[in-house]
């Protein structure tokens, strides 16, 4: 049974900054990534940025330069910081722990996805 606990979101000011953290437990597979998607109501979750267990990382291009991401795999923790917030950053933020497990059957990976209770940003402007 895999947990992700968010924490660290609010409300800020446009051009102030917050950080985002996300601690995952259970059994957690070496072969995975974490990251940070959002959504606002009657829209599609779309990802914010993603890191890799190998450390690569990757970003909505509406973040990039803004939002830094990173982890500490000993905790299984992500966190996701914040600046230079705008109005349309304003959501509910989701973290994500994707697993991947061989399976022998199909002879590939397979990928199995796990999902916070979310937290909210809201920026004012």
């Known amino acids: 049974q895999v947990q992700l606990v968010e924490s660290g979101g609010g409300l800020v000011q446009a051009g102030g900054s917050l950080r985002l953290s996300c601690a995952a437990s259970g059994s957690i597979f070496s072969r995975n990534t974490m990251g940070w998607y959002r959504q606002a109501p009657g829209k599609q979750r779309e990802l914010v940025a993603g890191?890799?267990?190998?450390?690569?990382?990757n970003y909505a291009d509406s973040v990039k330069g803004r939002f830094t991401i990173s982890r500490d795999s000993a905790k299984n923790t992500v966190y996701l910081q914040m600046n230079s917030l705008k109005s349309e950053d304003t959501d509910v933020y989701y973290c994500n722990l994707a697993l991947f497990v061989y399976s022998g059957t199909y002879g590939t990976y397979m990928r199995n996805d796990y999902w916070g209770q979310g937290t909210q940003v809201t920026v004012s402007s």
């Open positions: 890191i890799t267990s190998g450390g690569s990382t």
